[in-house]
């Protein structure tokens, strides 16, 4: 069965700094595109970042663009989320996603992991 369990979630200050990280099973990860969603409350699950099978391709929102780094470890079956100049508008739950086929909606992703929280406080 997949599985993907993200981790690396906290607190902190605006201006710091905070890596997340999804590890997947139950999947030839090389084979999946990979995307990190969040969402904050009130509002509608929104793309962050995504990142191509073999990590050539990487896509942004412009909202962290500049700020935030998607990579992917193979090797790892992980996926990460670098994320500096945090801000409190980042203050959400931040979920990882996996799908065979590019996607940058949630809609478009077969596969979720629970979520982790990341507060940004000013």
């Known amino acids: 069965q997949v599985q993907l369990v993200e981790s690396g979630g906290g607190s902190v200050q605006a201006g710091g700094s905070l890596r997340l990280s999804c590890a997947a099973s139950g999947l030839t990860f090389s084979n999946y595109f990979m995307g990190w969603f969040r969402q904050a409350p009130g509002k509608e699950r929104e793309f962050v970042a995504a990142i191509s099978w073999g990590g050539g391709r990487i896509y942004y929102a412009d909202s962290v663009k500049g700020r935030f780094t998607i990579s992917r470890d193979n090797a790892k079956n992980t996926v990460y989320l670098q994320m500096n100049s945090l801000k409190p508008e980042d203050t959400a739950v931040y979920y990882c996603?996996?799908?065979?086929?590019?996607?940058?909606?949630?809609?478009?992703?077969?596969?979720w992991g629970q979520g982790t929280q990341v507060t940004v406080s000013s």
């Open positions: 996603a996996a799908d065979r086929t590019y996607g940058l909606l949630p809609h478009e992703y077969n596969y």
